[in-house]
Structures are given as structure tokens and as C-alpha cells.
């Protein structure tokens, strides 16, 4: 089984990222915690039925060049829907079922960060193909006995999740190939596009 896990939203400037977002929403972010020696942290904020929003950002307190960064963190911009994440159960045998359907989402690999109370987040993770195809083709997750990180999130509604694209149907085989559920339009460009809603406002993300 797969479903959505979290969307990745890319911040060369985290602190201001998270305010404009807290602003729009009127909504607090939980802080995430620091990726050892990725330089990066994150801020998340939950979307329903285990699925949550992870802004990610330069953490200032390691000392990673810029341009080693992941995301294109290093280089100044504006905020960007950069990539998105399946949640599997057995993150080997849905490769290998991707593979045999033509699509290779890559190697899994352990990841882990330290959350703000000094516990360990740790997952297996096939890479993120951030802004291949506009972030269009997920990659997977599987937390395994790591408690989800959506619990006790603050929490919003995940509105609408589609993408576009102008040659879509190799991006819808590679799609199936991981049981992804997402519409997608034929565009002028790659994207990907989300609309977070609270009582209290509503952004799309892309």
C-alpha cells in the first residue's frame, strides 16, 4: 500500500518562509528538528490522515558550504513545492514492483534527523528527484518502527495536490509504477501545486 507522506516546500530563507506561511494560515508550525551533517532543518505542519507539510531551510548551526546544500538551499529564491513523498510499508519490494513496472525510483537509503527534544527520526528513503520533472515523481518512505512524524502536528487541510506537465503520459507510467494518486494536466511546464486551507486562510504551494 502507498500513500501520501509529506510535501517538501524548499526555503533558502527558512525563518521568513515559516512566517509567511503562520501569517497566511494563522497557524503556529511545529519546529522540525536538524538533518546531521545535511545542513538543513525543518518546520512541519500536519495535513490529515498521517500526511504533513515539511518546509525545509538552511540550519545556520552546521557548517555545510551553501553549495552543498540539498534543494538549491544555497542560492537565494523564493519558496518552492520542490518534491513529495509516498509512504510504503516495505520500501525494498515496492522498488523492485516499480522496477518491473519500468520506473527505477533508486536505491533506498537510511536517513534520520533530531527532533527539538533529542530523539531520532529515522526512515529508509529512495532519493528525492527534487525538481526533476517539476518534483512530479515522488519518492518513498518507510518509517518502520520510527513513530510517524505527523503526530501531535498542528494541523491544516491539504485542499488540493495535482501537477502539470506538457508530455504527461511518461510521467503518469512512472506514476503507476509506484501506485502514486496524482492528477496530472498537460501544462506548459512541469509543476507541482498544493493548496494548504485553515479556517483561517489558504495558500497554494508550488
Known sequence: MTALDHLILAAPDLE?????????LGIRLAPGGSHPTAGTRNFLLGLGDSAYLEVLGPDTGQ????AQLPFGLGRPGH???????LRVTDVDARVAAARAAGHDPGEPATM????????VVSGRITPPRAFEDGGLLPFLVDWG????????????????????????DPVRHALRAVEADLTLRRGSRPALV????????????L
Request: proline content about 16%; aromatic content about 4%; glycine content about 8%.
Open 145 to 168: 518502527t520510527t513513530p510517524h512524524p505527523a503526530r501531535d502536528l498542528p494541523r491544516a487541510e491539504l485542499a488540493a495536490l495535482h501537477g502539470y506537465h506538457p508530455a504527461p
Open 16 to 24: 521568513r518562509t515559516v512566517a509567511w506561511l503562520e501569517d497566511g
Open 79 to 85: 519558496p518552492r513545492l520542490c518534491t513529495w513523498a
Open 63 to 66: 557548517s555545510v558550504p551553501p
Open 112 to 119: 534520520s534527523r533530531v527532533d527539538p527534544r533529542g530523539g
Open 194 to 205: 498544493a493548496t494548504v486551507r485553515t479556517p483561517d486562510g489558504e495558500l497554494t504551494l
